[in-house]
């Protein structure tokens, strides 16, 4: 449960990347915001070389032209069984579990506990959700929450952000 090892690192999107809300405009159209300073920190997590992922049970183009924009190594999309597809593209890299870390809100997140040894979570997430991670962030979902995940770990990893900030090209 350590993030010290962490080599991939995966996310949910609603709850997580977002504040949870879903906004429905009168022709049907979904609306997601994202917060920009989670943008920042998953570029620092590719600068440590730290892969990352999206897992989402939700299928959107707002989501694929998002992370596509961050340069995410894997976005997969639609998927309900979230520890399966942690699992599957743990073994295309051939990663052990302790290199692997997911971030969840809910209990269909809780699936990849048996392929990451890594697991946070924000603070709004149920209580059974909480008592499973191995860090909890202070932020919630869609107001920094991942960026401040993105800083424990690579803080842990020993790396210092600010330093890892001055090498990203622009």
Request: hydrophobic share 40%.
């Amino acid at each position: 449960m350590s993030a010290k090892t962490v080599q991939l690192m995966a996310f949910d999107v609603d709850g997580v990347f977002t504040d949870g809300t879903l906004y429905y405009g009168i022709e049907g159209d979904a609306l997601k915001a994202f917060n920009t300073l989670d943008g920042l920190g998953l570029k620092l997590l590719q600068k440590a070389g730290i892969k990352i992922a999206i897992i989402t049970g939700r299928q959107s183009p707002m989501v694929e032209r998002r992370f596509s924009e961050l340069g995410f190594d894997f976005i997969i999309q639609g998927r309900e069984d979230k520890g399966h597809a942690l699992k599957y593209l743990a073994d295309q890299l051939s990663l052990k579990n302790q290199e692997v870390g997911y971030m969840g809100d809910d209990f269909p997140d809780l699936t990849t506990l048996d392929s990451a040894d890594f697991f946070a979570t924000v603070p709004n997430a149920p209580a059974q959700v909480q008592e499973a991670a191995s860090f909890v962030t202070v932020k919630s979902g869609g107001h920094g929450a991942v960026r401040e995940l993105c800083e424990f770990l690579l803080q842990s990893q020993g790396y210092d952000p600010l330093g890892l900030y001055r090498w990203v090209p622009s």
